[in-house]
Each structure stands twice: as structure tokens, then as C-alpha cells.
């Protein structure tokens, strides 16, 4: 026996995924580009510390915007799980596991930039580094950050992959929103694959970057305007033969 009704948390979990890729844009886009690419200079280790000791408050404003990215994502992560539950509890759960992971490395990330905080502070331990080999440290610590990051978007690109099959192939919403989510997941993993096979990959970024940036950007806004105007649709559910005879009328 199949019970037809609207399920309004679907909807309240759409709402609470597409404020949450709203918070999530604008503080990626202030700790990312306002902060850390505009302070480090990835030749320049001088005056990548130069910057970052200047603007010591900014760089901690940058952490904890990242901080708030990861328990966001987390909330995310389980309200898509409930917007796509329908379409299959499996596959929905392996997409919300797939951008848990991504969290998680983004956490394990920020550790670094804490360690640059420390190798740029007035530390007494830090006594025993000359100016250059700080630098030097704190040059390795952004680039730590950096390559956990992408491992971590590895992750996040196969949850884009996993969402997009699942609008394709169920209908939930628009099929070009289901293809460009899978283009801009496999634009993710194309990039951390060439991070990790090419020696020279420093000399291509701005390529890559391109790459990963207008899908990403084109799809995610996509998906957050989806999910802000979301509207349930009539959801299927069976009872089992005890509920069934629960309602049944006597004979």
C-alpha cells in the first residue's frame, strides 16, 4: 500500500542547504582570495611573511572563516543527504560521505595555518630560527595547507559526481544542473590529479584554476538557487504489512 504526501523537512533541509552555500560562498571567498592569496606571494617567501606578520588579524579572521566553512559543511552535507534521500538512501548517504571527507581534510588543513601563526608570532622558542628559516617554515606550512586542501577536494569533486548522477538519472531536478554538478566534480578531481603527477604544475595553474573555477562557480550557484526555491514533490512511501492491517477496516 503506497501513501502520496509532500514531506515539508525536505523542504526546510533544502532551505538549510542553500543558506548554508550561501555563508559558505562568502566566507570562502574572504578567507581564500581577500586573505590568503592576497597576503602569500608563492615565489616571495619574504614578503609572504612580511604580509602575514602586518596583517596577523586578518590572517586569524581567515582561520576561523574557515573554521565556520567546516562546521558548515558538515550541516550540508546532512541536509542534501535529506533532499536526496528519496532518490535512494545509499547513493544519498555515499554523497554526504563523500563531502564529510572533504571536510575533514579541510579541518586537518587549517592546522597548518595555525602552525603559520605560530612561526610568524613572538614565540621564545622560535629563538632558535633565524628570520630566513621561518620564512621557510611558513612557506612549507602554506603549501601543506594547500596540497591537504586538494586532497580534500578530490573528495568533494566525486560528491559533486554522485549528486549530478543522482538529478540525472531520478529527475529531482533539472538535467543540465545534474551535468554541469558531474562536469565541475570532475573538473575537482582532474585538478588534485595533476597537482600530484606533474613536477611543473606551479607553471600551469592559472590554467587549471580556470578549469576548476567556472564550472564550479556556474554549477554550486546553480545548485544554492535550486535549493533555495525547492518545493517537495509528492514522496512515496510503503507500509509495511503490520501498518497496512493497522488501517485496514474490521470485516
Do not use: C, K
Amino acid at each position: 500500500m503506497l501513501h502520496h504526501f509532500p514531506d515539508p523537512s525536505q523542504a526546510r533541509a533544502a532551505r538549510i542547504a542553500g543558506i548554508g552555500y550561501v555563508t559558505l560562498f562568502a566566507l570562502a571567498i574572504f578567507a581564500n582570495f581577500f586573505v590568503r592569496v592576497r597576503l602569500v606571494d608563492a615565489d616571495d617567501a619574504a614578503a609572504t611573511f612580511a604580509n602575514l606578520v602586518a596583517d596577523e588579524m586578518l590572517v586569524r579572521l581567515a582561520v576561523v572563516a574557515f573554521l565556520v566553512v567546516f562546521v558548515i559543511d558538515v550541516v550540508v552535507a546532512w541536509a542534501l543527504h535529506h533532499v536526496f534521500r528519496p532518490v535512494g538512501d545509499g547513493i544519498s548517504g555515499l554523497a554526504a560521505w563523500f563531502r564529510i571527507v572533504y571536510t575533514v581534510f579541510l579541518g586537518v588543513a587549517v592546522l597548518f595555518l595555525f602552525a603559520v601563526l605560530q612561526l610568524t608570532g613572538d614565540r621564545p622558542h622560535l629563538a632558535a630560527l633565524d628570520r630566513s628559516q621561518r620564512e621557510a617554515h611558513v612557506m612549507l606550512a602554506l603549501d601543506a595547507f594547500n596540497a591537504t586542501w586538494l586532497i580534500g577536494l578530490f573528495a568533494f569533486g566525486v560528491h559533486l559526481i554522485v549528486v549530478g548522477a543522482m538529478i540525472v538519472r531520478s529527475g529531482i531536478a533539472a538535467r543540465w544542473l545534474g551535468v554541469i554538478l558531474g562536469v565541475a566534480g570532475a573538473a575537482y578531481v582532474f585538478d588534485t590529479a595533476a597537482y600530484s603527477l606533474l613536477a611543473n604544475y606551479a607553471d600551469h595553474e592559472v590554467v587549471f584554476t580556470s578549469i576548476v573555477a567556472v564550472p564550479s562557480v556556474v554549477a554550486e550557484l546553480a545548485i544554492t538557487i535550486w535549493l533555495l526555491r525547492f518545493r517537495p514533490s509528492v514522496a512515496h512511501r510503503t507500509s509495511t504489512p503490520l501498518q497496512v492491517a493497522a488501517v485496514a477496516p474490521a470485516s
